[in-house]
Structures are given as structure tokens and as C-alpha cells.
């Protein structure tokens, strides 16, 4: 049997002393010695330490002191200490501790006596509390409240544990509270007749139901409480408490209102009662300052939307004030959920909320000011993808961020644009002139390639084609970038360099040649972004964009009718030298980095279509062509959304429950049945938390069977780990095989890794050939493979002293480690292209693994990967896409501890067919990227093998 603990202290600080020294300070006469020795006692006591033999010393040098701090230190040293002998019987020094109690509850003062009830009510020794029953009926009736509450308690406790020392405990209680006038003795003598004498406490519950409101908050929570149980063992009992729950509904205590809300939604699922308990909890999440209270709101918010979400629906503008907290997880949550209850009716107002938000942003300089326009931005977003007919009003409010610093933000903006100008032919226009407006401030590569692309596909008028021809040419500004006479410097400066260059030492031990090319063309830090700077900074993949933009614009005016052939003729000369001066920058060396070859061929295909601007063939690949490519994407996207919309209709409309199903009696039940809708959420709670609520069957337990210990082994041990989100428990059968009784068991266990063991080894007595289940709960701080090991010590029940060595050395058994797979805690997620990207280039692990596989399919191995990590594959691949012979893919997944984890599958078919690769993991942690590492080598082989 377990040992009981009724208080935790946690500290690290106190050393071991010895127990000389312990009982030096408790005889010394200084009353502040003896305070700080009981307190070094207590709290090595916390940490396992065994200072029983201490009581003696503690009852003749403490108990007769006054001093109320130390009289407090005493009553904690007596709860800890072990008040039994080896043979079960009541030590002999606690009947003077008896005597100590029965003085103290007689003590004239009020905080002794409570001090000792207190003691009283956390004890379970039957022999201690049978001679201290008159004592406390007695102080029942003692004029302090401090006093009567703490009785109150200690009569539940000895009722509770021993219910022949006070049998007429209930009825004596029930005298008490009619009378009591102090909250907190009330509500202590509510809870107990709650679980002692439910009939005594439902008759005066009912006697009382019109003046609850009058209460202490602590009793409405009781009463709730209890309103609950009654209501779940007696569903018709439901109309006699409704309107006392509507009642507490408006009390100013924020706990009663929010247990109002759940209550009212176990107890009724009419559309009244769930109004009243949604209006409830957005009250507390606008006004509540509580960080971890609001979320937990969102949380039952988002639980009552899966279940009544047309009732949510009309209180979606009560729910989106929410967004007034600075906290960006639970604006997060909000937005979350606010996009999956807008509707036809209320778009319009969300839409004029979300305006006013994102205005706010641009006038305060918070850290998470950025990531929270993002938000705003991306949600005003997906409002257009449903709701169509509102993108006329969002553009002007949304365009005016394309110059925004932050680069995603920017990018989600110029992105939804370049939906707009395709879905909305209406809207061209407008977005088409604002985006000449705002090109030369654009700071964010990205934002200016879109907008390039945007330009050069939808500029269609000559006039529009001229502004966006003006704006992109005074952008890059006067070419060449460098003049001959530098451009000569700086390729004799290469030259010589080249031969006398000597290799640098990197910080992770790596070589690099040394280079002082570009060292003329460096950008200064304060000077502010642009097209030719990205150029010259050597972005070539903005640079080939630019030129074939350019390119498009020429060949797009040559084709209208009435243009003079000598504008043609000299803008593409313009364009010419543009790229020839690019070409120059690439491959002479000047800038940070070279020109790749996609962008010089790139390029090169720009000067051929120049050559001839008025060849109708290329007219019509790159005028039209481009463009019905990108509206076939539209179309793909809108179909994909379609699909996953009538999928969740389709779910929605799947029967919960059938006319035919088994009714579930609660009294009848085991505990993995179903729970019906007035069931208490404290004991659901309680049972997911254990994991009760999930029931397994006898086969899929004995998978999870780790033999730790030889069949041969004088101790045989077996383990089944279950992994319950950051719990780790281990449930050890072992057994005696020995014809011996083994004293003093204990199983000692040891980790590696981020992982921490809640409780000190107990000792056990095994007899010969019997089996024990010992349970070890261990903490997991972190997604990292683990490693748990330890060994069983024991004593033998006789034996010789002659023999003690070899005996000691047989009485270990070492035992096999357990691995702790980290694909328990990693799930897969879901994320945004730009925002895999944010935190790709965020994450500093990397942690690269050469594709070294049997499987010759690119497509097969990339599924095979993604089964074996439990990551979510963020780019579509189609299984009926033909044979190709490279493959890129990124995956994503999340921990339960929130850390995020990257993938990038780059995968290509040799000649043989055999595929070569690598997969680069990031994360924000070295751990997870490790683990997750080793996972993939050695699943990657093949698939019979992962299997095996």
C-alpha cells in the first residue's frame, strides 16, 4: 500500500544533514535554531529522507514550546512522519502526541485549535482520533470561524475514514449549517453532507434554492457542483434547478458564472440555455484578465461550436471581442474560430471589425504587432475565398500594405491580389494602378516578383502598359550598374586574389576560400530596399523575373494596334542593356554570389523574344499562354476547397447516435462506455487525464509489453509502457522466482535525456514465486528519444554472513533499457507555404539524411516517409502524375510541446533506378531534429523492413 502525503514542498536548495546535527538544533533553547531545524527536517522528509527517529527528540523539545510558527512547523513533521511499527501497531511516543492534540483543541487560542484540526482532518489513524471525538463536537460550537470551519473538516475526515466513531456525523452537520452564518464553514459542511449524506444535502439545497444568489461564491460553486450530480444520477430532476443556475448566471463572481455556463449546458441543450451560457463565456473573455482563462474559454467556445454552431453564428460579434487582448495566442484562437462561424449574415460586420484591427497595427510598435497584421491578413483572406462579393471592399484596406516591412505580410497581401486581378475582372483596374503607386516603396523581394508578374499579365491598355514600363525602368535606374573602369578593378582584384587566396576556418570547422570581390558594391544597412539594390545584391531570381516582365510588357504593346514600331524598337533596347548589365553582374564575380544557370538561360530565352517582339507564336505563348496556366491553378484550388467543404458537410450530417443503439444505464457501465451529455465534466476530465477514457484491448497492450529482465533471472520483470501526451507510465509486473522471500524490493530507475521521474523507489516485501505491479510515472519536457534504465535491488530473507559478498552481488538485476519513441509525440500538422518557409529560415538545427533506400518508386518512398514520422505532406503529389524522375516535397509535424518540425524531401532516379537524395530536417531545438534524424535512417530502408 501506498503512503499517504497530504502536502508537497519542492526544494532543491536544502542539503542532507546529519541526524547529530538535527538533534543539536532542536535542544538548542534559541526558539529561531528550533524553527529553522523542524523546517530543514520537514523539507528533507519531502525529499524521502527517512527521520523517524526524530520523534522523541521533537515531542520533548518541541512540544512544550509556545511559539505558534514552530507549533505549525510540528503539525507539518507530524503529518510526514510515519506513525506506525514494522508490526502495523501505533507507535508508543504518538499516544503523548495524542495527549499534545487534545491540549491544543482546548487552547484558548484560535489558531492552535484550528492548527490542530488541521491536522486532524489529514490523518487516517483510528486509534489518534477515537479519544478526540468529544473534542471535536465541542468545537463545533467555538466562537471563532477559523475554528468551526477546520472542525468542520476534521469531522468529515473521521467520518469519512471511520464512520463507527461518529455515526450521527451527518445529522450533527445538519444542525451546524442551518445555523452557520461564515461562508467557509458553510460551504466545508455543504461538501461534506454532499458526499456523506447527499438526501440531507439535496433537502436543504432545495430549502435554500431562492436565496443562493445571496451566497458566498464558494457555496454557489458548491451547489453547482452538486446540482451536476444530482442531475446525472436523476436527468427528471433537471426542471427543479434550471432556473437557479439562470439565476446564479448574473452573479459578479467570474468562477460561479463560468460553472453557471457549463452547468447550463449539461443540464439543457435548448437554444436558450446554450445562448445564455456562449453570452457568458464571451463575457469572461472580454473582461477576465487572465490570460489561461480566456483560453480555456475559446476551448469550451470551440467544443459548443461542434455541437450548436448556428447558436454561436448569432453571437459572433459578442465572441470577436475577444480580439481586444494583447495576448497573440488568444487573438489566434479567436480569429480561428471566428472564421469557421462567419456567415452571409455577419461577413459584413467581421469584415468592418478586421478593417479596424489592422488600422490599429499600423499605429502601435509592439513586438507582435507584425505577426498579428499577418493574421488579420491572411483571415480577411480567406473571407474572400468564401464569401467572393466582399473583395471589392477589402482591396483598398489591403493594398495599402504592399510596402509593409514585414515580409510575410506583404506577401500574403501581393498574393491575394493576384487572385483578385484574375477572379474579379471588375477590380484590374484599381489594383493594377495602386500596384504602380506603391512599386518604387516595395521593400520585400517576393512582393516585387508578384508584382511584376501581375503587371506584365494584366496591363492591357497602353497607357497602363507605359506607367507599369515607366516605374519598373526609373526602379532598376540607370544601367550599366558599374562602370568599365571599376568592373576592370574588380576582375584584376579577383584575379589576384585568386592565386594567393588561402583558406579560412569556419566556426563549425569547415573550409572556405577567401574573397574580396564586391566589396565596391556593397549596400549600406540603413539604406532602404529596392529593385536595383535587390539586383545589385545579387537576387538573379528577381532579375530574371524583371526581364521577362519587361519582355511581356514590349511584346504586349507591340501587339496593339496603332503602336509606332519605333517605341517598340527603343524600348527593347532599353530592355537589352538592362539584361546584358544583369549578365554582367552574375558572371563577372562582383556580386555576394553568382548567377545560377536556370537565370541565365532564363535570360537568354528574354534576348531571343526581343530580337523579334512581333513574332505572333511567341505573342501567344507568353501573352496568353502564362496566363490560362495560373487560371487553371484558380480553378484546381476553388475545386480542391469545394471537395474539403462537402467532406465536412458529409461528416456533419453522419448520424451520432441510431434509433437501434444500446442505451448506456451509468450504474451499469464500465469505464470505457459512452458518456451522455449530463455527464460530469470533472470526472471526464479526470478519466482523459488517466487515460481511462480509452479503452484498449488485451492485444494491443501486449504489443506495448518491454521485457526488461532474463527468463533465468532470480527477479523476472516485465514493463508495458504507455505513453499518455507528457506522461510516461510504466506498469512493471515483476516476480519472485525464487523459493526465498525477498525484503526490501525496489526498483530503481534511471533516464537519459528530457525526461524526469515523479516519485522516490518504494520497498516491497516479495514471497517466494510471487508477482508485484509497481507503477512509475515519468515527466516528458521535451520531443527527444529518451532512454529510461535502472536495475532491481533486493535482500534475501536469510542467509550467512560467511557468504554476504557473493550474496550482495547476486542481489542486483540489471535491466534492459527502454527507448522512447519520439513518434509518440509528434503529430501532423498543417501550415501555410510562406509560413514553412518563415520558419525555415528562422530554425538554426539542420540535420541532413542521405536517401539510402531499396524502394525505386520517388512517390512510394515519399508516402513511406511520411508514414513512418507522422508528418503531414504540405505538397500535392498526384499518384497518377506519370513517371517522373525527381520529386521535392515538404513535410511538417508538431509536438505536443509545440515545437515545430521541417522537412524537405529532394529526391531524384538515377539511371539504374535507384533513387539518391537527401532529406534536410530544421527545427528550433537539436533534439527533435536528431531524433527525428535517426527515425527516418532507419525506417528508410524499406518498407518490409520498417515493418519488421
Known sequence: MEKQCTFLIFDDSVQRAEVDDLKAGLENSDVSVKISTMKKIVLLMMNGEQLGDLLMDVIKFVVPNEDKGLKKLLYLYLEAVEKRGRDGNLLLPMILICNMIRNDLNHPNEFVRGSALRFLSKIREKDILEPLVSSLRANLEHRHSYVRRNAVLAIYNTYKCFEDLMPDAPELIGEFIDGENDVSAKRNAFVMLCNCD??????????????????????????????????????????????????????????????????????????????????????????????????????????????HPEVLKTLIMDIIRGLSSPNID??????????????????????????????????????????????????????????????????????????????????????????????????RELVVNKLVEYFPTMKVAKVYRVALWILSEYCRTEAEIKAAYDVVKQSIGSVPFIDENTLEAAINTAAAEHKHASPAVLADGTYASQSGIGANLQIGKDE?????????????????????????????????????????????????AIICSIVKLGNYGITPNKMDDDCTERLWVCLMMLSDPYNTQMQEIWNEKCRDSYTQLLVEKQKTLTEEQQ???????????????????????????????????????????????????????????TQLTGLSDAVYAEAVVTVHDYDIVLDVLVINQLNEHLNNLCLELSTVGDLKLCERPQ????????????????????????????????????????????????????????????????????????????????????????????????????????????????????????DCGFLAANLYAKSIFGEDALVNVSIEKQRDGTLSGNLRIRSKTQGIALSLGDKITLKQKSIETSKA
Open 198 to 307: 447527499q438526501e440531507r444535502a439535496v433537502q436543504y439545497q432545495l430549502g435554500v434554492i431562492d436565496t443562493i444568489n445571496s451566497m458566498g461564491d464558494i457555496v454557489q460553486l458548491v451547489m453547482l457542483e452538486l446540482i451536476r450530480k444530482v442531475c446525472r444520477q436523476d436527468p427528471f430532476q433537471k426542471s427543479k434547478y434550471v432556473r437557479a443556475v439562470f439565476n446564479l448566471q448574473s452573479s459578479a463572481s467570474n468562477s460561479v458564472a463560468f460553472e453557471c455556463a457549463s452547468t447550463l449546458v449539461s443540464l439543457s441543450s435548448a437554444q436558450t440555455a446554450v445562448r445564455t451560457a456562449v453570452q457568458a463565456y464571451c463575457n469572461l473573455l472580454s473582461t477576465h484578465s487572465d490570460n489561461n482563462v480566456k483560453l480555456i474559454v475559446l476551448d469550451k467556445l470551440k467544443d459548443l461550436q461542434q455541437k
Open 330 to 427: 488568444i487573438r489566434k484562437k479567436v480569429l480561428d474560430l471566428v472564421m469557421e462561424l462567419v456567415s452571409p449574415g455577419s461577413i459584413d460586420e467581421v469584415i468592418v471589425v478586421l478593417k479596424k484591427e489592422i488600422a490599429k497595427t499600423q499605429h502601435t510598435d509592439t513586438e507582435k504587432a507584425p505577426e498579428y497584421r499577418q493574421m488579420l491578413i491572411q483571415a480577411i483572406h480567406n473571407c474572400v475565398i468564401k464569401f467572393p462579393e466582399i473583395a471589392g471592399n477589402v482591396v483598398h484596406v489591403l493594398i495599402d500594405f504592399l510596402d509593409d516591412s514585414n515580409a510575410t505580410s506583404a506577401s500574403d497581401v501581393v498574393l491575394f491580389l493576384r487572385e483578385v486581378v484574375e477572379t474579379y475582372p471588375k477590380l
Open 528 to 576: 532602404p530596399p529596392s529593385l536595383r539594390n535587390l539586383l545589385i545584391g545579387g537576387d538573379f531570381y528577381v532579375a530574371a523575373v524583371t526581364a521577362s516582365s519587361l519582355a511581356k510588357l514590349i511584346m504586349r504593346i507591340s501587339s496593339l494596334s496603332g503602336t509606332s514600331g519605333e517605341l517598340v524598337n527603343q524600348w527593347s533596347a532599353e530592355v537589352i
Open 647 to 705: 467532406e465536412s458537410k458529409e461528416e456533419t450530417k453522419k448520424f451520432k447516435a441510431h434509433a437501434d443503439d444500446l442505451i448506456s444505464f451509468r450504474q451499469l457501465r464500465g469505464k470505457g462506455a459512452i458518456i451522455t451529455e449530463i455527464e460530469d465534466e470533472d470526472a471526464l476530465d479526470l478519466s482523459r487525464a488517466t487515460g481511462a477514457a480509452e479503452e484498449e484491448d488485451f492485444g494491443s497492450r501486449l504489443k506495448r509489453v
Open 763 to 882: 520497498t516491497y516485501a516479495l514471497a517466494p514465486h510471487a508477482q508485484l505491479n509497481i507503477r512509475a510515472n515519468i515527466k516528458v519536457s521535451s520531443t527527444e528519444t529518451g532512454i529510461i534504465y535502472g536495475n532491481i535491488v533486493y535482500d534475501l530473507g536469510q542467509g550467512s554472513g560467511s557468504d554476504s559478498n557473493a550474496r550482495d552481488a547476486q542481489n542486483m538485476v540489471i535491466l534492459n533499457d527502454i527507448h522512447i519513441d519520439i513518434m509518440d509525440y509528434i503529430t501532423p500538422a498543417h501550415c501555410s507555404l510562406l509560413q514553412f518557409r518563415q520558419m525555415w529560415a528562422e530554425f538554426e538545427w539542420e540535420n541532413k539524411v542521405a536517401v539510402n533506400t531499396s524502394i525505386t518508386d520517388p512517390v512510394k518512398y515519399l508516402r513511406h516517409v511520411v508514414s513512418c514520422t507522422n508528418m503531414q505532406c504540405l505538397t500535392h503529389i498526384d499518384d497518377d502524375s506519370g
